[in-house]
Nanobody, 124 residues
Framework: QVQLLESGGGLVQAGGSLRLSCVAS????????VGWFRQAPGKEREFVAG????????YYVDSAKGRFTISRDNAKNTVYLQRNSLTPEDTAVYYC?????????????????WGQGTQVTVSS
């Protein structure tokens, strides 16, 4: 099993920044790709960005390009999601998820392991 633990969420004013962390533990060799998703109130969970653990290659959904930055620290088994210039529309629960395989799918059903999520609330 792979365990994922997100942190870094909170209440932030519009225009502020956040860096979310996702720490992986357990059988991390089963984890080739990590993705960040978010779910706003009343909306479906949506993919934001993903990263391949070995190569560092990344993929962003079009709406996230230029707004979010995903990165990883192999030594710390941690994947980060950076967002500057937050807006109230970024308010959501942010989840990290992991899967074996090098592809970075945007479909949540393709990910086998999930964290519990971290709440991000952006006030106007």
């Amino acid at each position: 099993q792979v365990q994922l633990l997100e942190s870094g969420g909170g209440l932030v004013q519009a225009g502020g920044s956040l860096r979310l962390s996702c720490v992986a533990s357990g059988r991390t060799f089963r984890m080739s790709t990590v993705g960040w998703f978010r779910q706003a109130p009343g909306k479906e969970r949506e993919f934001v960005a993903g990263i391949n653990w070995s190569t560092g290659s990344t993929y962003y959904v079009d709406s996230a390009k230029g707004r979010f930055t995903i990165s990883r620290d192999n030594a710390k088994n941690t994947v980060y999601l950076q967002r500057n210039s937050l807006t109230p529309e970024d308010t959501a629960v942010y989840y990290c998820a992991a899967r074996p395989g090098i592809a970075i799918p945007i479909d949540a059903s393709e990910y086998a392991y999930w964290g519990q999520g971290t709440q991000v609330t952006v006030s106007s």
